[in-house]
């Protein structure tokens, strides 16, 4: 099949289609579709489009694939206008443990109780209850309760028995996980070596104990690091005496991870909610407006500091024409040192300095940059021929803005972090803002000191 | 086993260790580790403290898996150090090929030679030079030969017989690809339906035909956009006619996917160089300095710009209490609106608007943010009491800035993507500095005029 490509005029012959009704095209339409493009098409349409054509798709995983991977305002639009018992029997029943889940905790307490009633499998619905549990954002509420299990008592052939029985309920298998009596996880199997055993092995002879798992309230952010680091596709989830709960798929993590990788630029670049290019105008006006007013709250404390050199700046106008300048060189050292350790921290490659260690070489980088900068800029003004007051103002300026500048950068975030606040916040708008006013300030100052000599 | 974090006491006790020359006990620290952690302390010891511990791994393939898990600059170092021979024979040869080539093509040509004549598999060797062949940042060089391939025309048990000899070849088996006669691919047969598959069917009767793949040119970043969007955790690679090249799994992708939201990040923040925080002092001042000598140069032109308004500077001084407000808010506008536009465009979220739609709704989202921000600033100026042309000046340049930096930020990156150039350039310092700029005009401009009638 070639890949998927949305635009314009299939959307429009898709409308028309629904209009006319033709069912047979569409399902024909439908059939060559993978649940991902549906999704998408889903997005150009208007409910009642959108319903006429869900009810058209025949093979009901793919339908309950559909609806997970609509973007969550379109499916509370979408499972808002249907009845309970349809979003339990045609959706939920099909779906995987976690993304049933997921969907069921989307609802208010009512329809929760509804939707879970109507479940045909009330094993599955025991799995969505128990899932429901966790907290956000733990590894409990990423993983899926289907997986394929086995003893190590076992041997090759009736460990495989059990497998075909299990393997009806579990969508993509990876690995076999190995317990003991009580449910302990004691490693796990690849289907590789399943394959290449000889049929005589016993199960506790070629399973690989060394297994990398985590418990249950481990951050989703470390679950990532940690299937990122050791290459995994899935990872078991544990309880705290060791026994096996779950298992989490790279999948979701991917998830994760790009959401995580989004807020942090987005938080960088003063965008306060996920958004996308093609959400409305309400949406992104309110995602942008917050930081604008801090922005703005910052930038009128800086013309308080300025007001409060006016005499000077009457006698010197020229005082006022490098004040952008240094404002925006601290404003820029500061994003690139916060940018810097929030990155690090986010992917764990702190390293194990200690945190006078890394202000030292905060320092020290910093040191390099001020030098040559503020050499650049008094030549700069040597060469224009600006007053010895100017040119003395802006190359001290400098120096101790981006020196200052770096500083701030690096241990906000690390102080943040320490206690327990997400370093990204400090990033971007909030730490240019900051420094744009101590920026200003340090200027003037030095400013004032110089003219009041050589003015 | 528990997760293992690195710590100094740790790094310490095994320098004693290495020291002390206690192989026993050094070898059962190895055992225990993956190595990716391995790795991991590689990048804390000596080169010689590093090439001691390695020589003592017993396992051959977690030898080699150190090698991949290493940073590329310390690969490097360690890799000069020791002769191609043991190079090709202790590491390559028990590689998967593209993990191979992607170390090969990091050295030079004699090199290259040199280490491939000494690998004992040719077959591998063999495949590890087409790997070369694909430009890097493409499918191909993100795929590995090795993958378990099937022929439609057999039966379960010729399958599993033929399985069975390729497994010892593949270290991860997600799906079996289904060819033809002539190579091509026709589809994927998940383990899991093998395992639940009579004995007596026919693989042409269970396969799944609707089989997602790429060409070996395809751009990474549109591999990874693929593989999120359908949940694959493999994807076969195919050439111009369909015969099945390869395959790319999961956890390659991931590493693309970190890197792109990495470099996406760094970019705005004005990082030049990917670099962590544990980088080395001359590294990290060289990933900064490029970026702040572009921000000097924009604010050196920004003081071009006052300059030319010095006169009337010198008449109304009150003109500059306002000046970096106005900058800032240009800078801070412009940000958000490349940085929506840049992620929705590498996550393929642009949605199917035309260019003059996104201009008109980011119009509209400036537009309300524009009127409230300018209110804002008109009601503090009326409640401090600013004049009148002040007052004016500072609501009439917010409107206008926060406008033109609106539509200038979301218009240069679409043009950007449009030209083929990376849009993430253009976000963060660029847009900044530039809004800056054209800020500080449209803010001195407003003023000379409102205050040439009310001055």
């Known amino acids: 099949m070639a890949n998927f490509e949305l635009t ?8 028309q289609l629904i209009e006319n009704k033709q069912k047979d095209k569409l399902k024909e339409i439908l059939d060559e579709l993978h649940a991902a493009d549906i999704a998408e098409i889903y997005e150009e349409l208007t409910l009642e489009e959108a319903k006429y054509l869900y009810f058209l798709i025949d093979d009901e995983d793919k339908a309950a694939d559909v609806i997970t991977e609509l973007e969550e305002d379109d499916r509370q639009k979408f499972l808002k206008s249907l009845p309970a018992e349809v979003i339990a029997k045609r959706f939920i029943d099909n779906m995987d443990s976690d993304d049933a889940a997921d969907i069921i905790s989307e609802f208010d307490e009512d329809r929760k ?12 619905a025991g799995n969505i209850v128990d899932l429901l549990n966790y907290e956000e954002g733990t590894a409990g509420s990423l993983m899926a309760k289907e997986l394929i299990k086995v003893k190590e008592s076992w041997d090759v052939p009736t460990c495989l028995r059990s497998m075909r029985r299990q393997a009806s309920e579990v969508d993509d298998v990876y690995y ?5 009596n009580d449910g302990i996880l004691k490693g796990t199997l690849s289907l590789k070596k399943l394959l290449i055993a000889s049929p005589k092995a016993k199960i506790k002879d070629i399973y690989n104990s060394n297994v990398i798992s985590v418990k249950a309230d481990t951050p989703s952010e470390e679950v990532a690091n940690i299937m990122n680091k050791y290459d995994l596709v899935a990872l078991p989830v544990i309880d705290e005496i060791g026994r096996l709960l779950g298992r989490i798929t790279i999948d979701d993590v991917v998830d994760v991870m790009r959401e995580e990788a ?6 960088a670049s003063g965008i306060t909610e996920d958004v996308e290019a093609s959400d409305n105008v309400w949406l992104l006006t309110r995602a942008r407006f917050p930081w604008l007013a801090i922005g703005l709250a910052g930038g009128i404390m800086g013309s308080r500091v300025i007001s409060g050199f006016m005499g000077n700046l009457g006698n010197h106008p020229q005082m006022a024409i490098f004040m952008p300048l240094i404002a925006a060189m601290g404003g820029n050292v500061g994003i690139q040192s916060s940018a810097i350790v929030v990155q690090s921290l986010a992917s764990g490659d702190m390293g194990i300095e200690t945190t006078w260690k890394k202000l030292l070489k905060e320092f020290t980088v910093a040191f390099f940059n001020a030098s ?10 040597f060469i224009i021929k600006s007053d010895i007051a100017l040119t003395l103002t802006v190359s ?5 803005v981006v020196i200052f500048a770096s500083l701030f950068g690096t241990f906000i975030p690390l102080l943040l972090n320490r206690i327990k606040i ?15 006013i101590v920026g200003m300030f340090i200027y003037l100052t030095i400013a004032v000191y110089f003219f009041s000599i050589w003015g």
């Open 372 to 381: 040559i900068l503020s050499l650049i800029i008094f030549t700069y003004n």
């Open 396 to 400: 001290v300026a400098m120096f101790s």
């Open 8 to 15: 314009r005029e299939f959307i429009e012959e898709l409308k």
């Open 262 to 267: 989004e807020k942090d630029y987005q938080l």
């Open 422 to 436: 997400d370093p990204a916040v400090a990033t971007g708008p909030f730490i240019t803002t900051l420094n744009d």
């Open 113 to 124: 109780q509804e939707v879970l009633s109507h479940m045909e499998d009330v094993n599955s």
């Open 176 to 180: 076999v996980y190995v317990v003991d």
